[in-house]
């Protein structure tokens, strides 16, 4: 497995994780405190096996034609992977379409160094308004969402949902305490709670937050809501950096 790279790595300041990393409850161990109806998760694996197959058969002409452009525009890789945690604690590699530069990590350094304000952002939200790592596809790709294509993949082989929190960074999860046993109830998802309640615009506090009030009230119905204004979020790109 491959080191994440440093501009993926790095923690957002304002998270004092200090006691967390030396008081360990055994929720940090992958185990869960939240469980859910069997008749609830494998209608969920259903549909997403289902969406997941839908999508390959008569999408996957789309998927054909980004990688083309990404290929074109920016060389290879075609695709950008990294490790995650998922259910239950275990690791799996998380696709999406390359948007970013090669020497992205160079790139962010510099950007931070030279710019109080850029630091401020990136130590808040973890992201950027104008990020400077960003290939002018890949800032089309990232508005409308269509860098998150490949996670069908995932999706399909089990590994993440259509709906549910965002996969986690290996090197973040000391950071979530006893809130990480929520992450470890569930598959990650594609689209969430918090992708369509503000989604890059709130704090990484209000997204675990969000989260963890998404596993502990899991239900079909919140799911199609969440669906439905992923579909308006993604249309009018609110949110997305």
Known sequence: MRNLRPEESMVPQGWDNSEN?????PYDMGQNRVNHPVLLRVGKRSVDIAAALFFFIAFGWVFVLIGLCVAVSSGAPVFYSQPRYGKDG?????????SMTANSAQVLEEHLKNNPEARRQWDEYQKLENDPRITP????IRKTSLDELPQFWNVLIGEMSLIGPRPCMLEQ??????????????RPGITGLWQVSGRNQL?????VALDV??????????DVDIFIKTIWVVALGHGSR
Do not use: I, M, P
């Open 213 to 222: 009030r998404y596993v502990e009230t899991l239900s079909v119905v919140k």
């Open 173 to 186: 999860k000391s950071l979530y305490g006893h809130d990480w046993s929520h992450y470890c109830a569930v």
């Open 21 to 25: 990393r030396h008081h360990e409850s």
């Open 137 to 140: 596809f890949g800032k089309f």
């Open 90 to 98: 275990r690791v799996f590699r998380f696709w999406k379409f390359r």
């Open 203 to 207: 704090t990484y506090n209000a997204r």
